[in-house]
DNA sequence: TATTAATATTCTCTTTACGGAATATTCCTT
DNA sequence: AAGGAATATTCCGTAAAGAGAATATTAATA
């Protein structure tokens, strides 16, 4: 989980990734359609890479890369986990501090 | 977005957001749970907060911690548009390098 | 096999991020 | 007002990340 973050915690990556979310691009199409130089489209592809975001098929004398949908399934179920926060937010925190407060005059 | 994954870009931040996915904890009962020092869990806590992930309820001596709903609303809708990419691949990759290569002969 | 296109890697420099320790701040309580 | 508990901030050292430029590698083709 901290991998695909790390991996998306950088502007271009993030920029890289929607727009492979089209279609499988080659190295020299992300870089010219992000306007970045060939090495830092490179790289960056490298650490979408080991992040397991992206995987490559070789293809002559190109790489395509294209967006793996393991980490996105995985987000996905991490996510879920935090539904209940934003669909009808069940911690009350009011209910929560009352409840505190109860506690400590227990204490007495 | 951006914002929003570099804060999660870290170990200890994803294990404080899953512990405040419970209830709102304060500086010290979070660093308790994770064996954190205080001042690293305060520090922690305060680029969730720049990044909108917590939000603070002072009560009294002590700073409750709170996750916000809106940042995971934001990430539901952004993986939302990936969604087609696990739920079927849309963009049928050999397909696409045949149709590559159709360009291709096109060009002698 | 020499050349060339496409891509990857290395090196250097600068910036940023993190942990630890110490200290400052805030606010309640007496 | 003084003391104390809870939390925030600062300072320092180190490690990691990023860009740019140069270079290396790979694979197709003449």
Same mark, same amino acid.
Request: without cysteine; hydrophobic residues 40%; negative net charge.
């Given at each position: 989980? !901290?991998? &695909?973050?790390? $991996?998306?915690a950088?502007?271009? =990556?993030i @920029?890289?990734?929607?727009?492979?979310?089209e279609?499988?691009?080659?190295?020299?199409?992300?870089?010219?359609?992000?306007?970045?130089?060939?090495?830092?489209?490179?790289?960056?592809?490298?650490?979408?890479?080991?992040?397991?975001?992206? !995987?490559? &098929?070789?293809? $002559?004398?190109?790489?395509?890369? =294209?967006? @793996?949908?393991?980490?996105?399934?995985?987000?996905?179920?991490?996510?879920d986990?935090?539904?209940?926060?934003?669909?009808?937010?069940?911690?009350?925190?009011?209910?929560?501090?009352?409840?505190?407060?109860?506690?400590?005059?227990?204490?007495?």
């Open positions: 989980m !901290e991998r &695909i973050f790390s $991996a998306l950088e502007s271009n =990556r @920029r890289i990734v929607q727009l492979l979310k279609k499988p691009l080659t190295v020299g199409e992300v870089a010219e359609n992000l306007q970045l130089r060939q090495p830092q489209a490179s790289k960056h592809l490298k650490v979408l890479h080991d992040a397991g975001i992206v !995987e490559v &098929i070789p293809q $002559a004398n190109r790489r395509f890369y =294209r967006l @793996r949908p393991e980490p996105f399934k995985e987000l996905d179920v991490w996510f986990s935090f539904r209940s926060i934003w669909e009808g937010r069940l911690d009350r925190l009011d209910d929560y501090l009352h409840d505190l407060q109860a506690e400590e005059s227990n204490e007495d």
